[in-house]
């Protein structure tokens, strides 16, 4: 009866999302120069920045990483191969200079870590990695967070990776094989969520796995339903940024 009934209140809350009753028609990476969908600018644009996104606000980072790539003395740093050639103090301030980086130590070599990375492994076109592990998810995920985890700094996190797979997803033209293992990104807002709905207990929320946790519960809850976990994400989100509205 409890997953009937949590089941039934994921129902009202895709509904209400849908019927735009948790706001969300601006999100955070609507934000973006609006390059074409298939091009290589618009995969760099959504993957550096993604590897920033640490316990901050989700708009004003990518409002940052928008306002950088429309100055033309910062655009460079969307280039991996113009990155590397430039010094670590020029790449800094770039990042810096609309707050794209608020660690400007920590967060320019993680920047600069992943630039060496796509042009080691892809001559600097990031859409080559999805071409060569199929587009599969489970290859992608597994590439990045276990085999070459330490050539893509933060990237690579349980709630980074999900979630910069799901917005590769939804604005650019990639499609997935295996995208029902396309997990929910258990961010601060997701977890709270998964909370509220009963889904994860009291003590667990306050542990240290609770990510884990998060996407083992959704997985299992839309085993044999018309969902994937990833459908939920946006939902999730939206409703706990917004104060979590009664569900109708």
């Given amino acids: 009866m409890e997953k009937e009934k949590i089941l039934n209140n994921v129902e009202k809350l895709m509904i209400m999302y849908k019927n735009g009753l948790l706001g969300g028609e601006v999100m955070p990476e609507d934000a973006n120069p609006g390059f074409e969908k298939d091009s290589l600018n618009n ?7 993604m590897a920033l996104n640490y316990q901050r606000n989700s708009y004003t980072l990518w409002e940052s990483a928008n306002k950088t790539y429309e100055d033309e003395e910062t655009r460079f740093v969307f280039d991996p191969k113009i990155c590397l050639n430039k010094s670590f ?25 992943l630039c060496k990375t796509f042009v080691e492994l892809y001559d600097g076109d990031i859409r080559k990695l999805f071409d060569e592990l199929d587009n599969d998810v489970d290859k992608i995920r597994n590439f990045i967070q276990v085999e ?7 990237l690579s996190g349980t709630k980074i990776c999900n979630y910069w797979l799901y917005v590769i997803y ?14 929910v990104a258990p961010d ?19 542990r240290s796995d609770v990510q884990l946790i ?5 997985n299992e809850l839309f085993k044999g339903t018309k969902y994937k976990s990833i459908d939920i994400h946006t939902p999730l989100w939206l409703w706990s940024r917004n104060g979590f509205r009664n569900l109708i």
């Fill in 188 to 206: 601060t807002h997701v977890v709270k969520a998964t909370h509220r709905l009963g889904l994860i207990t009291d003590d667990e929320l306050d």
């Fill in 148 to 154: 070459k985890k330490k050539k893509f700094p933060y």
């Fill in 214 to 218: 998060v996407i083992d519960r959704w």
């Fill in 170 to 183: 939804q604005y650019t033209n990639r499609k997935y094989k295996n995208i029902e293992n396309l997990t």
């Fill in 43 to 49: 995969y760099l644009y959504f993957t550096l920045p």
């Fill in 89 to 113: 103090e020029e790449v800094q301030y770039a990042l810096t200079k609309y707050k794209v980086a608020l660690q400007k130590q920590k967060q320019t070599e993680i920047w600069l870590q």
